[in-house]
């Protein structure tokens, strides 16, 4: 279910492998009003499947943290005989700490974890692409730039909490490694595939793919800042933005057609997938790289307006593409008629009269053109006729051929 809609709670983690931290007036009324219903601690530790010394180490606090199994036996009890106030849904909310085995924890988690969000979305977004999680589900992000990195560790703390991590530079390359906790997180949580994606060909999740625009939006700019390439092109030709995947199968990883049909959502065309090398790895893997386009000017600037890039650095390349095009954007396929549409409604707005003339005037074209498009629409249904064409006669010609739009 997290998977679906994007929000982890404490008991979407295996309770084996989670210790946890509550306030410590919180573990030792746990511990007291269970013992009201036992003769003594020895029956409630066995109740538990525990032992006394590990009982009195929760309700006096001694430790760091206890394993989340006993936690979730001594919630469901106390839930069983009405004191809901010590349900998971209220304690899940005051844990002051969780963590693995192993590792940094998460000093005070934001459960529940809503990754069906702008910020979670980037998050979701970065271990996509510029990041991973290996097989023993521990995270990492790696960037040329530093903005890249805190973007990333910013949107943890809102959506997760203070995870903890460590960080190197190699190169100028920066490594950041997230503590294992937050891996379990990613993987049991929200069913995140780990290891090497080249092998896994995840795909983006359920609740990325039927998210709001501005989820989308996010995980789409955090990909292109960090595996997009804009080529300005030679001559006037070649201009395009390109993301590129591999795969250890010969055809498109999965994820790439995903970001294809997202793209296609915010009315962005785009090319491919199409093959574009062979890699022959150095630890003797072959995989495939394949790539999708943006190549019209049209949907370049509708992918500036719409998604653009989040890196200042890559913004202003895009910006300083679309300004060496000489010529005004040519609508191609069915996009003349969005276009087409939107005029019509705003010389409705404007109290002016649908005709091929003001439509020509509005879309920067000669009649001869916006006559063609205007019977294409006659014949969908999408225009009607207000007021035929009437000739006048001698020179006063004929009046123009008046529309109504039906959408």
Known sequence: ?????????????????IFVKLPSHIQKAMVEKSLEFFKNEYDFAKELGSNQATINDFKNSRLKSTNLKLVKKMSLF?????LREFGLENLERQLELIKGQT??????PKFPMNFNSKEGSQIISA?????????DKRPFYV?????????????????????GYTEHINRGTIFVDFSHIFGIILSDGLEMSVGKRVFTNPQIPEFIINGS??????????AFDDEGTIKMGLKGRGKRVKLTQNNCKDEPALRLNQIKEILENFGVRVT???????????????????AIEITNQTDISMFAKEVNFGLDAKKQKLQELLNSYVLPARLKNGGIYIELIKTCKELRVQNQKITNKNIAKQLKKVESYTRGLTLKMLKEGKLRIAKEKVNLGGREGATEREFNLII
């Open 272 to 290: 491919g997938p199409f093959h574009e090398d062979i890699i022959n790895n150095k630890r003797g893997y072959t995989s495939y790289r394949w």
């Open 213 to 222: 625009k501005e989820v989308k939006r996010m995980f789409l700019q955090q």
């Open 1 to 17: 279910m997290s998977r679906k809609i994007g929000v982890v709670h404490l008991w979407d983690l295996p309770e084996d492998k």
């Open 78 to 82: 106390l839930c069983k005989k009405e």
């Open 127 to 135: 271990f996509f692409f510029d990041g991973g999680i290996r097989e």
């Open 143 to 163: 960037n040329n730039e530093k903005c890249m990195i805190d973007r990333t560790i910013s949107n943890l703390n809102l959506v997760v909490g203070n995870v």
């Open 103 to 108: 590792g940094f924890g998460i000093e005070n």
